[in-house]
């Protein structure tokens, strides 16, 4: 670069800047990111009211770019931009996607590639430039970790005119359906003043994991500024399948726990005006927590805000040919909904009724017997249910062992560890009334990850404060457990217990206040 320092600290400078056999690197997440210069050029006058020049970029693997320029920057100090200034830029350039995007954005994207060309060129004046270009994407192609899907065939076409950014047409294909979408994006002074659009396609392949795989149609026209979006229209789920997938238990932080030097969360800074009404199709599975059964029906989904998990619901989702199997439990659902009434959509009201499947039942003793679901998701009130009428514990002898109830047989702790089981939630009742006719404290429930025929239930009472008595009994192996203990003092107790083998236990007390 060489020039002059004229009167008035204006400038007359010229320069230039070449590169062979270069390299550009970045440093990322994954480390250090490299691209081989073939050839890169720079050529610039900086003299009276403005600033041009040629620029030349040639990549070894990603492509090459080129241009001119003239923007209306005063040679002076200090520089100073002139609104009213001519302006006039060239830019042409191709460039290939091979892994850059997910070297980049590691864990977003995957297996970048596709072909990008521009030609952009704009004149005027800096304040009201006329700005006019293509931008055009094909053969693009990348894997979303995160949604467990592989998008193809993606091509786009962007069109710029003044101050106007049309989006004339994007397509991209996942699975076995594809997608559609249009736009238009106004500028104001270089910014995006407001946009509109349209999303359409058919059976898209959202999502594709291991317990979660979800298909959709959606038509949905959107609008708003870089402050609100508004979204109308409809998304239809032709198939959807669900799954419970088993893996190491995760405990979940308890809702009273304070976390202390947490990050402050980023206010959210685009309000939402959301109305879709999503449908579900003939395919949609659910095979989860001992539940297999078919969804039908639709929701309003309404977000309003800067929220979406503030969202809202109208609507109903009907299960369909449903069963539910746990506790050595079958149950077949004969009635089953999710009710929205303009709620949160994740406490929808429940009416479910499920019977047991067991046609001898009906056949020898004329009676229906299960379980009545009602209330809310988080809060669900269950009731036992039969026809006809009879008592909670007659009931419970049904359903869980399928014959008559005998007080004779000794089977209270079976039914209790059942009852328990089915009751595992807020709801309370049979459990306690069954507490309450037997006169004990407690109840200690294992059900032996889930099975039935391994549970033992221990019964307990204090016959002084203390002075504890148990007795665990497992109705199917007749194993027999008695436990009682005393507490010494402030902070030590003594256990004897016998069962298949004798033991005694000194336990050190510790308690919190």
């Known amino acids: 670069m060489k020039g002059r320092v004229l009167p008035d600290f204006r400038l007359a400078l010229a320069g230039e800047w070449k590169v062979y056999r270069g390299n550009l690197s970045w440093k990322g997440e994954q480390g250090i990111i490299n691209a081989a210069i073939n050839q890169a050029d720079l050529d610039f006058i900086w003299r009276g009211e403005g600033l041009q020049g040629t620029v030349s970029l040639s990549l070894a693997d990603y492509g090459s770019l080129k241009g001119n320029f003239r923007v209306p920057i005063s040679a002076r100090i200090p520089p100073r931009l002139d609104p009213a200034g001519p302006l006039r830029v060239s830019l042409q350039g191709r460039a290939q996607e091979k892994g850059l995007l997910a070297a ?12 990008l060309d521009l030609d952009f060129k704009a004149d005027g004046t800096w304040e009201r430039p006329n700005l006019q270009g293509t931008l055009q994407l094909s053969g693009a192609g990348m894997g979303i970790p995160s949604l467990g899907i592989r998008v193809e065939d993606l091509s786009c076409r962007w069109k710029l005119r003044n101050e106007r950014i049309q989006l004339e047409s994007l397509r991209a294909r996942s699975g076995p359906g ?24 058919e059976n898209f392949q959202t999502f594709y994991l291991p317990n979660l795989r979800i298909q959709s149609t959606p038509s949905l026209e959107f609008q708003g500024t870089p402050q609100k979006i508004t979204v109308r229209g409809e998304i239809l789920l032709p198939e959807v399948h669900i799954s419970e997938v088993f893996g190491p238990a995760v405990v979940r932080t308890s809702s ?3 976390m202390i030097d947490h990050p402050p969360e980023g206010k959210p800074s685009l309000s939402m005006d959301v109305q879709v009404r999503v449908i579900l199709g003939d395919q949609i599975q659910v095979k989860t927590g001992g539940i297999d059964t078919r969804l039908a029906g639709n929701v309003d989904l309404k977000i309003l805000g800067l929220k979406p998990e503030e969202a809202t619901a109208r609507g109903e989702i009907r299960l369909t040919q449903g069963t539910y199997s746990g506790y050595g439990l079958g149950l077949r659902i004969d009635r ?32 229906k017997v299960g379980l009545a679901i009602f209330g809310t998701l988080k809060k669900p009130n269950v009731k036992l249910y039969s026809q006809p009428v009879m008592k909670d514990e007659e ?20 039914l209790l560890a059942g009852a328990a089981g089915l009751w595992a939630g807020d709801s309370i009742g049979v459990v306690d009334q069954l507490k309450g006719q037997l006169g004990i404290d407690t109840v200690d429930i294992q059900t032996g990850g889930g099975d039935l025929s391994r549970s033992m239930v221990t019964l307990g009472k204090y016959l002084t404060p203390q002075l504890y008595l148990s007795y665990g009994y497992s109705a199917f192996n ?16 003594v256990e004897t217990w016998r069962g298949n083998e004798m033991g005694v236990d000194l336990y050190y007390r510790i308690d919190f206040y």
């Open 336 to 367: 089953g909904r999710f009710i929205y009434s303009g709620g949160p959509v994740d406490n929808p009201a429940l009416d479910i009724l499920a019977l047991r499947r067991a046609d001898d039942l009906e056949k020898m003793y004329n009676i």
């Open 104 to 115: 980049f954005f590691p864990g977003m994207v995957e297996e970048t590639r596709g072909n």
């Open 395 to 414: 009931i419970l002898s049904y359903l869980l062992l399928g014959r008559p109830y005998d007080p004779k047989e000794g089977k209270t702790s079976l």
């Open 178 to 201: 594809h997608l559609e979408a249009t736009g238009t994006i106004w500028l104001k002074r270089w910014s995006m003043d407001r946009f509109e659009g349209n999303l359409k396609g």
């Open 478 to 493: 007749n194993e027999q457990l008695l436990k009682i203990r005393y507490r010494i003092s402030k902070n030590w107790e």
């Open 256 to 258: 009273d726990v304070v």
